[in-house]
């Protein structure tokens, strides 16, 4: 069997074993999905109209399509919290170990996390978006195009923050570090365009919130889904996501492939 073909029957197999251990672990996921769904519900019927005021008026339903984008964007940062503590769980369980034992093509173990993750983060974001949706939001300016573009969108920064959540997962000394660690990936939408524009932020504080990762994806994804402008966000998009891939990578590889101690 040649190396290739190896590397694929093995990921695959990971992989398997890792959709099958959230199933039967769904607790961690639906947790994490909570935050994005309750910040969803808080920010559009608590604070809706009075938040519409930041985006030029036009009351709640102005605010949810505003804000739906931003939301589906956190969720992904949140629930990749779960791949941080799933992989730092199987380093302190050993299993990481026995599997350095076996005739396993190395790399299979972290691109089955990967591959998973993904795979649950994505039907994570059809969740939140379907909520979004069932709240009214509408898009009915996109074309099939543009959604494919921004189902791409979400699936690469899926990629990105997933890469980077493993390599938290194995620099950790145990889940909950992992967990903590992890948390810039919630942090970061909060203080993003997520909310409100960033013109309508403090000066001093406008900067924090445009030169992040968060905020050209949001600001991409809402000019797909509502016809708004995206100017330089898609390529800024797009070159945080690629760039945070590969540092993850590097990172998860050197990490994984040290030495156990």
Known sequence: MSSL?????????MLRRNLLHAR?????TLNLLLTPIMLLLLFVYIFGDAMSAGIGGGGRSAYIAYIVP???????GSTTIGTAVSVSTDMNEGIIARFRTMAIHRGSVLFGHVVGSVLQTVISVVLVGAVGVAIGFRSTDATLLEWLAALG????????????AVGMGLSSPNAEAASNSAMPLILLPLISSTFVPIDAMPGWFQPIAE???FTPAIETLRGLLLGTGIGNNGWLAVAWCLGLTVLGYLWSTSQFNRDPK
């Open 5 to 13: 073909a190896l590397a694929v029957r093995d990921s695959s197999t």
């Open 153 to 164: 969108l979400l699936a690469l920064v899926a990629l990105a923050f997933t890469w980077i």
């Open 70 to 76: 931003g939301i589906l964007l956190m969720t992904i």
């Open 211 to 213: 030169y992040q990762p």
């Open 24 to 28: 039967r672990y769904p607790s961690l």
